[in-house]
């Protein structure tokens, strides 16, 4: 079964710092992998979507790479602003056995950037 | 931008009412879920659809039961609502297919009294 961890929980940076944002699955036979940002009491927005295929994507100041064979994701951002404080998310779809239509979410990284 | 909408955002409603909950998209996604969030907690997935008339229920039980008469229309109802029903529900849709993207609502908070 396809579990999905995030670390670390919360993260408060100064503005202007790089930063690191860390996503682990368990099961490797994964389509792709995507990250999302939720802002307090609102949806989620895509902001990147890698293929299984692919070892990284950007878009802007952020940076996601995928290593499939150690069941890892990082999204890097960088030079950190104000308005990058929310909570991160990954998601997997859950794979054949239980449906690929079934995403599976990480608990998300709180992240704060202070000005 | 994603092109999906959620109404009413903000419910509160007394126990025993009956609620529905809209979506709509109009990207001509195949596939729409909804998903139950608590505040400061993991989604889950509690009903998704493959195209209309197709609906089957998620991994986290719920009271709830959907419909896909349209391919840009899956609404959630709820026949009689419970305190425990106090939630953000999330609705997204996304191409058919295994790599694509998953765009979400804006959600919709419900607070049963």
């Keep these: 079964k396809q579990e999905v961890t995030q670390i670390p929980a919360a993260l408060s940076v100064p503005e202007g710092e790089n930063l690191v944002l860390n996503c682990s699955f368990t099961d490797s036979a994964i389509y792709n992998l995507q990250w999302f940002r939720q802002d307090p009491g609102k949806g989620l927005t895509s902001l990147l979507l890698i293929q299984s295929s692919q070892r990284e994507q950007t878009s802007g100041r952020l940076n996601a790479s995928l290593d499939k064979s150690s069941g890892r994701s990082t999204l890097y951002i960088a030079a950190s602003q104000p308005g990058d404080s929310a909570t991160y998310l990954c998601a997997v779809p859950g794979g054949p056995t239980s449906g690929t239509y079934k995403y599976i979410f990480g608990t998300g990284t709180r992240l704060k950037v202070l000005a | ?113």
Excluded at chain 2, 41 to 67: A, C, F, P, Q, R
């Design chain 2, 1 to 113: 931008e994603a092109d999906i909408y959620q109404t009413p955002r903000y419910l509160v409603i007394g126990t025993g009412k009956k609620i529905t909950l809209e979506c709509s998209q109009t990207m001509g996604h195949d596939k729409m879920y909804w998903y139950q969030q608590d505040p400061g907690m993991e989604l889950h997935l509690i009903h998704y659809s493959y195209g209309v008339n197709s609906t089957e229920k998620g991994d986290l039980s719920s009271e709830s039961t959907v419909s896909r008469i349209r391919t840009e229309h899956f609404p959630l109802t709820l026949e009689s609502a419970r305190p425990s029903h106090t939630s953000q529900y999330l609705c997204a849709s996304s191409e058919r297919g295994s790599g694509n993207t998953i765009y979400f609502g804006e959600g919709s908070w419900l607070t049963v009294v």
